[in-house]
């Protein structure tokens, strides 16, 4: 009998603002790395998005606001009227089945190469480079040193994530999401292990939170508060992440968003012995609807719902193989085993090619 992972309270409405979502299971975003034209949304994204619409929100792979801000190979962006024309198409597909998405917003700071930048140094808020390899780019290079933003450059960047919320509302998008996590630029500014500066955007918490709390600002003369959302990563150390006192850090961040009144934080952070070590705080602090991610379990799921310490889960590689999670989850049916080998390839295998429960039972 097939393990039973959906639980009666994932399987329950949950609203983020005025929005009423159908079920807690959130797709989380993932790169794929299949924007192959101009990093412009295509055929094999329409469907992708299209086949996981039973998801209560989709939150789409990174996208990049500019070119400076691209850190891969074929990942989408939102700068370009064509990329805008792509992703409409995909938020056509997803409401067409009754679904909801959120862009996800995306600068990844010293998380490139100059292959990827026409030459230039990637961008960060202090001249130290992570460790470890680019990722994907041959022949394998580390991670170079990187230039650190003069004071003045970070109004620019705050306006790209402006002109890249216009385009995700023209391109239809419910929500977007400001991507503050996993080492890419927001992070690295927050944490004092990344971030070095001596000006107002250095130093004291308040100060290293200042760009993400200037951006989201500038986001608010374009969107509703409750249709935007800040995806973080507390205890983190993916790209060198550290710093000194991670429980004060994303307690003052979880304060911001709350007074800000925004619809959604996602939270990427493990459980230790049944708890969430820093979201445990910042759950306390932030009252709008709060998504949990990260290895979680069918018990972990359960237990964090029924407790109020999160309001939905996000699933990352069990969506991968399984279109229809939800329904999967809800039937306690057997799910797809993931390929882990094409998870990058170059066309639709393993992307848009997992049977769904029904095409399952057929071919059974």
Do not use: C
Not at 15 to 33: E, F, Q
Not at 199 to 212: K, M, P, T, V, W
Not at 214 to 236: C, F, K, S, Y
């Amino acid at each position: 009998m097939a393990e039973t992972f959906m639980t009666q309270q994932l399987q329950q409405a949950f609203n983020i603002g005025s929005v009423i979502l159908p079920n807690r299971v959130v797709m989380a975003p993932l790169t794929r790395m299949r924007a192959f034209d101009a990093r412009t949304p295509g055929d094999l994204q329409v469907e992708h998005y299209r086949q996981r619409a039973s998801a209560g929100l989709i939150l789409t792979e990174a996208t990049s606001v500019s070119p400076q801000g691209v850190g891969y190979p074929n990942t989408p962006g939102i700068w370009s009227q064509a990329q805008v024309a792509g992703w409409k198409r995909v938020t056509d597909a997803v409401h067409a089945e009754g679904g909801h998405i959120a862009l996800q917003l995306w600068h990844v700071g010293r998380i490139s190469d100059p292959e990827l930048l026409d030459g230039q140094l990637p961008v960060a808020p202090s001249a130290i480079a992570p460790e470890g390899e680019v990722s994907v780019l041959r022949p394998k290079r580390p991670y170079v040193v990187p230039r650190a933003l003069e004071t003045a450059e970070i109004a620019g960047i705050v306006q790209d994530f402006v002109q890249a919320a216009r385009n995700a509302k023209a391109a239809g998008f419910d929500f977007i999401e400001v991507h503050a996590a996993n080492g890419y630029l927001f992070d690295q500014f927050l944490h004092d292990g990344s971030n070095q500066r001596t000006d107002q955007y250095g130093g004291s918490i308040e100060n290293r939170a200042r760009f993400l709390m200037e951006t989201l600002d500038a986001l608010l003369q374009e969107w509703p508060a409750e249709r935007i959302g800040v995806h973080l990563n507390p205890m983190g150390s993916d790209h060198s992440m550290h710093d000194s006192d991670p429980v004060a850090l994303f307690s003052h961040v979880a304060q911001q968003i709350e007074a800000r009144k925004l619809g959604f934080i996602f939270v990427r952070e493990r459980l230790v012995d049944g708890v969430l070590p820093v979201g445990q705080h910042m759950r306390r602090l932030y009252s709008g609807a709060y998504i949990a991610n990260d290895s979680m379990s069918q018990q972990d799921a359960e237990k964090l719902l029924a407790s109020g310490a999160a309001d939905a889960v996000a699933f990352g590689r069990a969506f991968i193989a399984n279109p229809d999670l939800p329904t999967r989850l809800a039937q306690g049916a057997a799910l797809n085993p993931l390929v882990a080998e094409t998870i990058y390839s170059a066309d639709a295998t393993g992307y848009n090619d997992y049977p769904s429960l029904d095409a399952a039972l057929e071919q059974a």
